[in-house]
């Protein structure tokens, strides 16, 4: 097929949004061959402009080039159902009908519903073969993924953008920005429950969006509290993202929202902002108990929905604070994992940390129903690696810490707690035998659901803010 070329407006953005030396692109592509030519797991490559093209769908990075590289041809034989039999004639492709089109910004693939089992491989071999065609002709940005675009329906090409993930169950996701009026745009919401189209509409839509910005006046005291100077943070946040391509063991991060609400997290100190983004992503290996396998599809995350609810208030308080409730649904202290309910909380506290800027956290554990069974369960080491996370590792201030319906023993349980947290937290830990109503004299009523004695929306409809059941 006939490849179109692009038109000279694009051209001309390629060429000024990655301005490339002929001289340092010739000696790049010689490194990159001699490297590996030196790798024993891994081909050798004579093609000069495969090479060039794979060196600038990395950006012209040099180091990153040669982690995809190695990726690259590892996956080749760790994954052989997607890339081995790869015959355009066989059986296998022949009988997928999807198809991938070329557009102006990007492709598009759609699928008809009649897929074979073989159906991730047969797609992965033509979506390479039809990318790798484009590859070595163009310099389009096949290999970086700007959009994602899902629709379940077979008029596919009919859908609104607005419908395209939410069809799947999904929370639209074109960008991880804020809008202006300060609305998450996109929360990068998992896929919690999402079983297809069929149950699309019982899903909850809202999830991050249930979350709304901060009123005016709150605004205000957020500013007098936290002063800020937007030509200072853009300047911070490409420091940080200029750092973080200096460190050879943390990621590249391009979201300049999430960096920017990272930032004001830690009181838009750059030195201490370091230092928690190297713990940020430090412990998500170190810790992996708590940060992999996050599919929020699988049984163990189910079950956690079903046992335990989260779920986090709309408003903010009115200094500008963030309140998230955690309550035990089924009191079964056998079906209590505390690992996968820590796991789902910190997968709801990155999709807030992308949506929305906070000065704080109040937390609210209700104990009602709770033993010392499930006590038991936060054990000295789990309890030392979870304060880690939170206190040096997450650009959170906790401002309070409350634990409401609490049984007699409950006391004797947050004594133990105190020695792990620092002074500061210490004071913030407060005990209530009674019930929610009790934080009525903390913070105004209208920002508790009404099972609460509040005027907000029901705890059920608020359980989409965090990471959906």
């Not at 949004?17 to 592509?29: F, S």
């Not at 794979?54 to 890339?83: H, I, Q």
């Not at 070595?136 to 090409?157: E, G, K, N």
């Not at 490409?238 to 990621?251: K, T, Y």
């Amino acid at each position: 097929m006939a490849q179109p070329h692009k038109s000279p407006a694009p051209q001309r953005r390629s060429s000024e949004d990655q301005p490339r030396d002929a001289g340092a692109a010739a000696q790049d592509l010689r490194h990159l061959r001699e490297w590996l030519g030196k790798q024993p797991h891994l081909p050798a490559v004579d093609d000069d402009v495969w090479l060039e093209r794979f060196l600038y769908g990395c950006k012209n990075r040099l180091s990153r080039c040669k982690e995809v590289l190695d990726m690259y041809f590892t996956v080749r034989g760790a994954v052989p159902e997607f890339f081995k039999n790869r015959d355009p004639a066989g059986e296998d492709i022949r009988l997928n009908t999807e198809t991938i089109t070329g557009t102006a910004s990007g492709h598009c693939l759609g699928a008809e519903r009649s897929q074979t089992p073989a159906w991730p491989r047969a797609t992965a071999g033509r979506w390479e073969a039809r990318a790798g065609d484009e590859f070595a002709r163009t310099r389009t940005r096949w290999c970086r993924l700007t959009q994602y675009r899902l629709c379940s329906s077979r008029s596919w090409w009919k859908c609104p953008e607005e419908d395209w993930l939410a069809r799947a169950g999904l929370e639209r996701r074109v960008s991880r920005s804020v809008s202006s009026a300060g609305r998450p745009r996109a929360a990068l919401i998992a896929a919690a429950g999402a079983r297809g189209p069929q149950s699309a509409a019982a899903m909850p839509q809202g999830g991050a969006s249930l979350l709304q910005p901060p009123s005016p006046a709150t605004q205000r005291r957020m500013r007098d509290k936290l002063a800020e100077d937007p030509a200072a943070t853009r300047q911070h946040v490409a420091h940080l993202q200029e750092w973080l391509r200096q460190q050879p063991h943390l990621p590249d991060e391009e979201d300049e929202a999430f960096l920017e609400h990272f930032l004001y997290g830690c009181k838009n100190r750059l030195s201490r902002c370091k230092e928690v983004l190297d713990m940020y992503y430090t412990v998500r290996g170190a810790v992996p108990e708590f940060f992999k396998n996050r599919d929020a599809t699988s049984k163990s995350f189910q079950e956690c929905c079903e046992v335990v609810q989260f779920l986090v208030l709309p408003r903010m308080t009115p200094e500008g604070y963030r309140v998230v409730f955690m309550k035990m649904r089924e009191l079964d202290p056998a079906r209590f994992e505390v690992e996968e309910s820590i796991k789902r909380a910190f997968m709801g506290f990155d999709l807030r940390l992308r949506a929305e800027k906070v000065l704080g956290d109040v937390h609210v554990y209700d104990a009602t129903g709770i033993t010392w069974a499930h006590l038991m369960k936060f054990t000295p080491t789990i309890l030392k690696k979870l304060i880690v996370c939170i206190q040096d590792a997450l650009p959170i201030r906790i401002k309070a810490m409350h634990f409401v319906n609490a049984p007699v023993f409950m006391d004797k349980f947050i004594a133990f707690l105190k020695p792990f947290f620092k002074p500061k937290l210490r004071k913030r830990l407060f005990v209530h035998s009674q019930g929610v109503e009790a934080l009525h004299e903390f913070y105004p009523a209208k920002l508790f659901p009404a099972e609460f004695g509040g005027t907000a929306p029901g705890a059920q409809e608020l359980s989409g803010t965090l990471p959906p059941h």
